[in-house]
C-alpha cells in the first residue's frame, strides 16, 4: 500500500525526505552518537551521500510523474539538491547549536547527487 502512494505521490515523499534531512542536520551534535570505529571507515559521509541520493531519487521521481522528462530540469533539480545540501552545511557552521559545517560533508552530500544523476540517467525508461 505505502509503494502505490510513493509512486502516486512523489511530491509528498520528496518534501517529506527534505524535510527529515534538515532535521537531522539541526540536531545538536551531543545528540549524535559517535564512534571512533565508525569515523575510520568514513560511516558519516556514506550517510549524508545515502541521504542525499534519496533526496535527488525523490525529486526526480516527481519530475517524472508531472511528465517533465527535459535534460535541463534534470539538472536544475540536481543542482538544487547540492544547493540544499551547501545551504544545510553552513545553517550548521552558523545557526545550530553544537554543530559545525564540513566540507567533506558537502563533497558527500554532492556526491550522492551525482550518483542519483547517472543512476536516474542510466535507469530513466525503467522508471518512467
Known sequence: MLLKHFYTRPLLFAIAWSIFILILC???GQYIPTT???EL???DKLVHASIFFVLCILWLLVLIKYNIKNTISIFITIACCILYGGILEIMQAKLFSDRSGDWLDFMANSIGCFVA???FVTNKRKVA
Do not use: D, V
Open 41 to 43: 571507515l568514513s560511516f
Open 26 to 28: 539541526s540536531t545538536p
Open 117 to 119: 544523476l547517472i543512476w
Open 36 to 38: 571512533n570505529w565508525l
